[in-house]
């Protein structure tokens, strides 16, 4: 009788993101309690539960009658502020928390912070889950992609609940157990990584095309609504369309226009890139992608290099590129450009996953983490699809750009990116991601590199040998001396 009355799972850290999560886990039929140190955010959540159809949803007001409202073994989802807060959130709740209970961090936490939790949490006898919850504010009330990792056990307390709650597609609801440890937080870093690198291609798409292209707001919208029919469909090119359709309600033109071109960013990005660095995984159009975060956030400073630069003869010559431009063409060009690019961020993600797996003993399945990335994410996309399918025929490889299917892709799109990518230095705009990614996919697919001569630069400076391609060992030579002799 007693735990009739009591709620399946609680959520504590009511914030848009948990209102949302706690509102989606109550409309699929599972009776959910509600906490947070702000009581009016209870009370909010609760007038938004009986707003949107009478909705189980149990407020309570403080961590000891929040736990105790809790079905045994209790599971209690977290979505605060990374960090602080969360160790702060689980010390007030685990005072009241039994062994066998579970604690599910929803937030973007750096991964080793929730393995440190993990083992505390073991001392308590309490069970842990790290889970990269992504899909924004609407993903989490109508559907997120998850990624939980850490203690099996927890996940299966709640699977029934995550496998209703998450976005379904037609291969199954966006989550799936991710593995021991931090890794659903690490996945949730890397796909928000590969998310950097999206939206930056996607942005540098637009400026050639605005600027090369003399495209407007009006065709420009357009023209990413066709994209979205096609090869390029996803939330971010959809999403896209319809910015440049939004109009300014304080003048004349869009609001995309007025807005100020620094981009914010939250630390993701710069995790990505520094554990790609760590782990000698090359990540270029990710790190060009965090660059330019940074460059953007100096605009007084880029204001002042246009005008010192002009004043020192500097002629901006986007006029002289964009004159005879087919413009059709353009498009097509950027389009295929576009996608030839994303490709190499995918791969560069999907590279890094799999060294850490490797690194941590995770056993990450790549074809599984491109599946759940299909539906509820922000970078969801109809490719994914093939992502996964490249991995399920070759769970070994190497890398995307060598798959057959996409290898073919690469081949057909290249002269177009180079098209591309060469107008765009001509004209003078900077496309880092779209170089990044030509960069790296020409240095992968040659056999034969100049890094010969950065080793023998090496072994000249610093005595660390070399090998040679024509016979096994390590080899030095001294170079100063013979090419004095040779002179």
């Not at 992502?387 to 299917?405: E, F, G, M, S």
Request: with cysteine.
């Amino acid at each position: 009788m007693e735990s009739a009355a009591l709620s399946r799972i609680g959520l504590a850290g009511l914030a848009v993101m948990g209102q949302n999560l706690a509102l989606n886990i109550a409309e699929k039929g599972f009776p959910i309690s509600v906490y947070n140190r702000t009581t009016s955010k209870v009370d909010e959540t609760l007038d938004r539960a009986s707003d949107e159809g009478k909705l189980p949803v149990a407020g309570q007001y403080s961590p000891r009658d929040f736990v105790l409202s809790i079905q045994r073994p209790r599971s209690v989802i977290i979505l605060v502020k990374a960090g602080a807060p969360v160790d702060q959130t689980i010390s007030a709740l685990s005072e009241y928390m039994e062994p066998g209970d579970c604690i599910i961090d929803g937030g973007n936490e750096w991964y080793q912070n929730t393995e440190r939790r993990i083992v505390e949490a073991e001392k308590k006898g309490l069970l842990y889950l790290g889970m990269g919850v992504s899909g924004g504010e609407e993903g989490a009330r109508n559907g997120p992609s998850l990624m939980p990792g850490g203690s099996f056990t927890a996940y299966n307390n709640v699977k029934d609940i995550l496998e209703k709650v998450a976005a379904q597609v037609e291969d199954g609801p966006c989550v799936t157990y991710i593995g021991e440890g931090g890794s659903g937080n690490f996945v949730k870093m890397v796909h928000n990584g590969i998310e950097y690198g999206d939206m930056q291609l996607i942005s540098e798409a637009y400026d050639v095309l605005k600027n090369v292209g003399g495209l407007s707001n009006d065709e420009l919208a357009e023209i990413f609504t066709e994209w979205n029919r096609g090869e390029l469909e996803s939330f971010l090119v959809e999403i896209t369309s319809d910015i440049f359709r939004v109009k300014d309600d304080y003048g004349d033109g869009e609001l995309v226009d007025k807005i100020l071109d620094k981009t914010g960013m939250k630390g993701t990005g710069k995790w990505t890139v520094q554990q790609a660095a760590e782990l000698s995984v090359a990540a270029p159009t990710i790190a060009a992608s965090l660059d330019c975060r940074y460059l953007s956030g100096l605009k007084d400073e880029r204001e002042n290099a246009a005008r010192v630069l002009e004043e020192a003869g500097l002629k901006e010559d986007i006029g002289s590129a964009s004159r005879g431009v087919d413009k059709k063409r353009l498009i097509d060009d950027v389009r295929q450009a576009l996608y030839a690019s994303k490709i190499c961020s995918y791969a560069q993600g999907m590279n890094l996953l799999r060294a850490k797996s490797l690194e941590k003993g995770w056993d990450l399945n790549l074809g599984e983490m491109a599946r759940i990335w299909k539906g509820g994410c922000i970078i969801r996309a109809v490719f994914l699809d093939r992502i996964k399918k490249a991995y399920q025929r070759n769970p070994n490889l190497a890398n995307l750009v060598v798959d057959p299917d996409f290898a073919k892709e690469m081949v057909q799109r290249q002269a177009a990116w180079r098209r591309v990518v060469g107008l765009a230095i001509s004209a003078g705009i900077s496309t880092p991601g779209m170089c990044a990614s030509l960069a790296y996919f020409d240095t992968y697919r040659r056999a034969r590199l100049p890094a010969n001569l950065v080793q023998a630069q090496r072994d000249l400076f610093g005595a660390h040998t070399y090998e040679r391609t024509d016979r096994p060992g390590a080899y030095h030579t001294e170079w100063t001396k013979l090419a004095r002799k040779s002179q």
